[in-house]
């Protein structure tokens, strides 16, 4: 969780813009990018709403990019858990015990800043306007099913800030 947080950190003391870097490591990787904005994520080359689909057993790199004006969240998975009545994350999530690497590149006062973390499971990221960040996995099979991507900053999830991932 420190690891997260750090990204989060991260994000918020670095001057926008932030642009993505793509490691030699993730070049067989699936590279999807999910826009996000007030109240949305978006497949790009899809229609708003229409849900990720992923297949176990193939490399992804998950680009998600803060097109909004306001911090937004990113959680991946199924259960949705409420405290007081109000939305809070997943009871399971789809990166639980998985290799994750994570890639930010920001340009900063002319030049290029860089972190990669790797970890075991990923739970949430939490992204400043204008930040981008790579998230690389590969899929078990048993992961196959219904899930779904949120955010559940106050009031975001019960706008519609959520997006159906299917795995295949």
Do not use: T
């Not at 750090?6 to 001057?15: D, G, K, M, R, T």
């Not at 899809?46 to 849900?51: L, T």
């Not at 405290?83 to 340009?107: A, D, F, K, N, T």
Request: charged share 25%.
């Amino acid at each position: 969780m420190r690891i997260l947080k750090s990204l989060a950190l991260l994000a918020a003391i670095v001057p926008a813009p932030a642009v993505l870097a793509h490691g030699d490591e993730h070049e067989d990787a699936h590279e999807i990018q999910i826009s996000m904005g007030e109240m949305y994520f978006k497949v790009e080359g899809q229609a708003q709403g229409e849900p990720l689909r992923l297949e176990v057993g193939e490399r992804y790199e998950l680009v998600f990019v803060n097109e909004g004006a306001m911090l937004h969240e990113v959680l991946l998975g199924r259960d949705v858990v409420e405290e007081q009545g109000i939305p809070s994350g997943y009871q399971e999530h789809l990166l639980r015990e998985i290799e994750v690497g994570m890639e930010v590149e920001i340009e900063a006062e002319g030049a290029s800043r860089a972190l990669e973390v790797e970890a075991f499971g990923l739970e949430e990221l939490e992204l400043d306007p204008a930040v981008s960040v790579a998230v690389s996995f590969e899929l078990p099979a048993d992961r196959k099913g219904s899930w779904e991507l949120g955010c559940f900053v106050p009031g975001h999830y019960e706008a519609g800030m959520k997006l159906p991932i299917i795995v295949e």
